[in-house]
């Protein structure tokens, strides 16, 4: 049985690109609930969020989401990173086996400095608490984007290192790239929507703020009776995400004809978003009302990735005489 593992950071409301480049993809890779785990990170965050409440509250916030947008705990495993303490013991363990060489090399840590931002421990040794997100569970295949690949080299690499000092101990997780990753860009017309850029569309933002952002999406000032060409085109990619193929066509033969105006596009864009989301809106707002069910699941979830944790844990601190 291959087990399938992935997590996202709390560290801020989920928005439409963290949904069509990753939890879509969670939801339809669960299956079995032994064989998919999927975590909130929040000792990751700790390198950008510094509220304890805003932690807690974001944390709580990741799980009403995934859960509304159709995680089943019947099906995956939900948990929170740091009810996992094994998690912690086992990044320090690697730390040990890990060159530095290794982890200056990573894009995270270049970028950041090449920007001239201060880069803290926690953002400099993150490539080893992954490794140590992965290898925990005997995970087989980590869904990624192609951007995302260094990260499971990063820790093939660690796993491989602690292999030659200490004797097989892990398995080797595998990338899974998710070929239908959407790429959404931002409102700014950047190529890529992120809370870094404020950008951002949230998943369960308020209606009428959403419709007031999405009113505002940079476009180009072409004259409407000019044709443009869709592909490349940040609104019209960005309508594709929500509408059907057929609907798709059409405005795709609009662009090219010309004769149209922008403001039309987006004000079917957000009636697009609003009736795609409705369904889990409506869900979220159900299990808001039940946060000691959702807690219930996340504790039920620790539990599972706690027997696995401490089975691969003992193997390990076995094989480097701890």
Known sequence: MQRILSGIQPTGRFHWGNYFGAIRQYIALQGQRENAFYFIANLHALTTVRSKQQLARNTFDAALDLLALG????????????????????????????????????????????????????????????????????????????????????CRDVAGSFNHHFGETFIMPKPYVVQDTAKVPGLDGKDKMSKSYGNTVEVFEDLKAQKKKIMGITTDSRPMEEPKEPAGDPLFTLYSLFASKEQTQTLAETYRRGGFGYGGVKKDLAVLAENYFAEARARREELSAKPAEVRDILAAGAQTARKKAAEVLRRVKENCGV
Not at 73 to 100: G, H, R, Y
Not at 109 to 133: H, I, S, W
Not at 136 to 146: I, M
């Open 71 to 154: 995680l089943d705990p019947n099906k995956a495993t939900l948990f929170v990173q740091s009810d996992i303490p094994e998690v912690s013991e086992l990044c320090w363990i690697l730390m040990t086996a890990t060159p530095m060489g290794l982890l200056e090399r990573c894009h995270a840590y270049k970028d950041k400095k090449a920007k001239g931002l201060t880069a803290d421990a926690g953002l400099f040794t993150y490539p080893v608490l992954m490794a140590a997100d992965i290898l925990l569970y005997d995970s087989n295949l980590v869904p990624v984007g192609e951007d995302q690949i260094q990260h499971i080299e990063v």
